[in-house]
């Protein structure tokens, strides 16, 4: 359920009597309210004390209700501001007027409380609701550059890692890996691409090694030290003479998000796979 309480309601009108009237209608849902008494104040209170929606009454002395709908429309600063005209004018070309110049609904005077609560509500949950896309895909462009960031940082140490790196997709498969790691067991890089890691591991628990190798586990709870005996290439020359490469491995899952976030509160994790490093034992 969407709160509303708190949300910011200007009401700009020339007439005390209509002020009071909103006021002590949007008091009781707990609306934060300032006051403009003209087009000009207006144009003037929005730019210190920003509103989430403003009740605009149409005809004032100065600048009319249109032509104050016009400027802040003009202005990118106060552009996404929803704007309800205030009016007794309530013929077609009027209410169209008021659509042409930006105005998102209009209420007709006299007031009627239950439908002054109706518009105003409706019109503050589609802004409620448009600012948490806005900051949900702030949210997903920040977890995307850390990720470009990241996997920057991964191409880096493949490259320049003197022991064998490699990389696994969520079902365990070899997303990428170090011509280190490929030269172990006389495979090309490109052989070793998209080939289930279980495919070139021997081991006689193959659920657990599996489970430890394609580790959802990082920071100190990561796979560290883990012996594996990898299978050489049977294509390849050496494999007359020697069948497996046992490697010592440390393997760490990888999320969608920073490890120090993962465990926040409403953040909404993806296990993306693991990265695998591995070297001769000492």
């Given at each position: 359920?969407?709160?509303?309480?708190?949300?910011?309601?200007?009401?700009?009108?020339?007439?005390?009597?209509?002020?009071?009237?909103?006021?002590?209608?949007?008091?009781?849902?707990?609306?934060?309210?300032s006051i403009a008494m003209?087009?000009?104040?207006?144009?003037?209170?929005?730019?210190?004390?920003?509103?989430?929606?403003?009740?605009?009454?149409?005809?004032?002395?100065?600048?009319?209700?249109?032509?104050?709908?016009?400027?802040?429309?003009?202005?990118?600063?106060?552009?996404?501001?929803?704007?309800?005209?205030?009016?007794?004018k309530t013929e077609v070309?009027?209410?169209?007027?008021?659509?042409?110049?930006?105005?998102?609904?209009?209420?007709?005077?006299?007031?009627?409380?239950?439908?002054?609560?109706?518009?105003?509500?409706?019109?503050?949950?589609?802004?409620?609701?448009?600012?948490?896309?806005?900051?949900?895909?702030?949210?997903?462009?920040?977890?995307?550059?850390?990720?470009?960031?990241?996997?920057n940082q991964y191409r880096?140490?493949?490259?320049?890692?003197?022991?064998?790196?490699?990389?696994?997709?969520?079902?365990?498969?070899?997303?990428?890996?170090?011509?280190?790691?490929?030269?172990?067991?006389?495979?090309?890089?490109?052989?070793?691409?998209?080939?289930?890691?279980?495919?070139?591991?021997?081991?006689?628990?193959?659920?657990?090694?599996?489970?430890?190798?394609?580790?959802?586990?990082?920071?100190?709870?990561?796979?560290?030290?883990?012996?594996?005996?990898?299978?050489?290439?049977?294509?390849?020359?050496?494999?007359?003479?020697?069948?497996?490469?046992?490697?010592?491995?440390?393997?760490?899952?990888?999320?969608?998000?920073?490890?120090?976030?993962?465990?926040?509160?409403?953040?909404?994790?993806?296990?993306?796979?693991?990265?695998?490093?591995?070297?001769?034992?000492?």
């Amino acid at each position: 359920m969407i709160d509303l309480a708190g949300m910011k309601v200007m009401i700009v009108d020339d007439t005390p009597a209509n002020i009071d009237v909103l006021r002590r209608i949007l008091s009781e849902d707990g609306f934060e309210i300032s006051i403009a008494m003209s087009g000009e104040a207006a144009l003037s209170l929005v730019e210190k004390n920003r509103p989430n929606l403003i009740l605009l009454d149409v005809m004032m002395p100065g600048i009319d209700g249109f032509e104050t709908c016009e400027k802040l429309k003009a202005n990118p600063a106060t552009t996404d501001i929803p704007i309800i005209f205030v009016t007794a004018k309530t013929e077609v070309e009027d209410i169209v007027r008021g659509f042409k110049v930006g105005s998102v609904d209009y209420i007709a005077k006299p007031f009627k409380r239950e439908e002054v609560l109706s518009r105003v509500q409706t019109h503050l949950k589609i802004e409620q609701l448009i600012q948490e896309k806005e900051n949900l895909n702030k949210k997903l462009q920040d977890q995307n550059n850390e990720l470009v960031e990241s996997q920057n940082q991964y191409r880096v140490i493949l490259e320049k890692s003197s022991d064998g790196v490699f990389s696994l997709d969520t079902e365990g498969k070899i997303l990428s890996c170090n011509a280190r790691f490929s030269s172990f067991l006389n495979f090309e890089v490109k052989e070793l691409i998209g080939k289930p890691v279980m495919s070139i591991v021997n081991s006689e628990d193959p659920e657990g090694v599996y489970s430890r190798i394609v580790t959802r586990r990082f920071g100190d709870r990561a796979t560290v030290n883990l012996k594996v005996q990898f299978c050489i290439n049977e294509s390849s020359p050496v494999w007359q003479e020697r069948k497996y490469y046992s490697l010592v491995l440390d393997s760490y899952g990888i999320w969608n998000l920073p490890n120090n976030k993962i465990y926040d509160k409403g953040t909404e994790k993806t296990f993306m796979g693991a990265i695998c490093i591995v070297k001769k034992p000492s």
